[in-house]
């Protein structure tokens, strides 16, 4: 089952503009992880936030984490053509005998106008 | 730096064919996983190895899906038989350790089931 829930579902914005997605999760958390995938590829890793911090930062980058609300959301400055894509996030959740798959959402599809 | 490598990168079968993908780690990662990405949709864990013991393995579908990580490196993910609902992009993941780390993947396998 997705325990992520990314949200909008689809976000076109103009070239420079500022792009923000959200995301919203169910269980308790150890991490939350954003993925970015472009047509056809595989997942890349942007970003990991553990759930004991509140924001963080990677160049045009920012994510927020909200344990309380069981949300985080990602803010992508200044965006550029290449931007365009799915982003996704995903959670850690550890239990007994190790187990750490990342359970991800449906995910947010991108799309930058020039 | 090499990363996840995966092999093939697109097979068709007819159901109730068999069919294995490879997937290759990257250097010196205990950890490997398995995903299953339906179109549309956010990845879902199949399987998670730590080493070439199985961590989780509690979304494989294990009346036609197995998979194995001989000698704690390279891994397999065998569907026999297929079916036609699992047409996906198989996705592998490695990461260094349990609990904590970035997970890799790789550029995935697309599979089609006629």
């Known amino acids: 089952s997705q325990q992520g829930e990314e949200d909008p579902q689809a976000l076109s914005i103009q070239e420079g503009e500022n792009a923000t997605m959200n995301c919203s999760y169910k269980?308790?958390?150890?991490?939350l992880q954003w993925y970015r995938q472009n047509s056809g590829r595989g997942l890349v890793h942007l970003i990991l936030?553990?759930?004991?911090?509140r924001e963080k930062h990677s160049g045009r980058l920012r994510v927020t984490l909200d344990t309380s609300k069981k949300s985080s959301s990602l803010l992508i400055t200044a965006s550029r053509a290449a931007d365009t894509a799915s982003y996704f996030c995903?959670?850690?959740?550890?239990?007994?005998?190790?187990?750490?798959?990342?359970?991800f959402g449906k995910g947010t599809h991108l799309i930058i106008q020039p | 730096e090499a990363g996840v490598a995966q092999s093939p990168r697109y097979k068709i079968i007819e159901k109730r064919q068999s069919v294995a993908f490879w997937c290759n780690p990257i250097?010196?990662?205990?950890?490997l996983y398995w995903y299953q990405q339906i179109l549309g949709q956010g990845p879902k864990l199949l399987i998670q190895?730590?080493?070439?013991?199985?961590?989780?393995d509690s979304q494989l579908p294990k009346d036609r899906f197995s998979a194995e990580r001989l000698k704690g490196v390279d891994s397999t993910l065998k569907i026999q038989p297929a079916k036609l609902e699992d047409s996906a992009v198989y996705l592998c993941?490695?990461?260094?350790?349990?609990?904590?780390?970035?997970?890799?993947f790789g550029p995935g396998t697309r599979l089609t089931v006629l």
């Open positions: 993941a490695s990461s260094l350790g349990r609990g904590r780390d970035t997970q890799y």
């Open positions: 269980t308790s958390i150890n991490n």
């Open positions: 936030i553990r759930s004991n911090e």
């Open positions: 995903a959670t850690a959740s550890y239990s007994g005998g190790g187990a750490d798959g990342l359970t």
């Open positions: 250097s010196g990662h205990a950890t």
């Open positions: 190895f730590q080493n070439n013991g199985v961590v989780d």
